[in-house]
């Protein structure tokens, strides 16, 4: 059963602290992605992955970084949270041809106080 | 940057009416695709479209991909409670790129 997990369900920050966001999946994807959840927006594509080390930007990319130092995990980083980014993240992964086939983990929900 | 709009925002219907929503684009897609997102889950992927005037069905669901390639369909039939989540569509011009999503339809099903 394939599957992506993300590190946190829910997490409560403080303003200004660095926030990590960690997503592992075991499907051996290429690709993998960061979006966040919004009511009434959808999803927004924060940054993606192709392969190990690199990365490119999404639509929304402003004050969030990531890493990926492995093929199986990729970093969401915050580096001084705001409460605008109070949202739900969600990290998704896919084949490198079949981007259609992402697979989401179950969301981290993440308040900024 | 593309957005996507999706009809209805939410819906409340009878366990056993049929459900229609559906998705517009102001850009021309190549491919559409249907996620359904479970309360306090990810998105699952229902299905896919890759051609104008397709549809496609996955049990009790069937999408359209619209012939003017801006829109696209989906219907459920005879809605069950399970049925109860967010339905979002999610589109792309060109291979290669990402998909935009759209805001989502909220189903609920009353018993």
């Known amino acids: 059963d394939v599957k992506v997990t993300q590190s946190s369900r829910y997490l409560v920050k403080r303003t200004g602290e660095k926030v990590f966001l960690e997503c592992v999946q075991d499907m051996d994807h290429e690709n993998m992605f960061w979006y966040r959840q919004d009511p009434g927006l959808g999803l927004r594509l924060i940054y993606f992955?192709?392969?190990?080390?690199?990365?490119e930007k999404g639509d929304i990319p402003e004050g969030y970084s990531v890493s990926r130092e492995k093929k199986e995990r990729f970093s969401l980083i915050l580096e001084s949270a705001s409460t605008n980014q109070t949202s739900m993240y969600l990290c998704a992964s896919s084949p490198l041809d079949h981007q259609e086939t992402q697979y989401f983990g179950p969301g981290t929900r993440l308040l900024v106080l | 940057g593309q957005q996507l709009n999706q009809s209805p925002q939410s819906m409340f219907i009878q366990e056993g009416e049929d459900v229609s929503m559906n998705c517009t684009s102001s850009s021309i897609f190549n491919t559409w695709l249907w996620y359904k997102q479970d309360p306090g889950e990810g998105p699952v992927l229902l299905i896919a479209l890759y051609k104008a005037g397709e549809l496609t069905s996955n049990g009790r669901l069937t999408a359209q991909f619209g012939i003017t390639r801006k829109d696209s369909f989906l219907n459920i039939s005879a809605s069950i409670p399970s049925d109860v989540g967010i339905y979002f569509c999610?589109?792309?011009?060109?291979?290669?790129?990402?998909?935009?999503f759209g805001p989502g339809t909220r189903l609920s099903v009353l018993p």
């Open positions: 999610a589109g792309r011009s060109n291979y290669g790129q990402n998909f935009v």
């Open positions: 992955s192709y392969d190990v080390k690199m990365k």
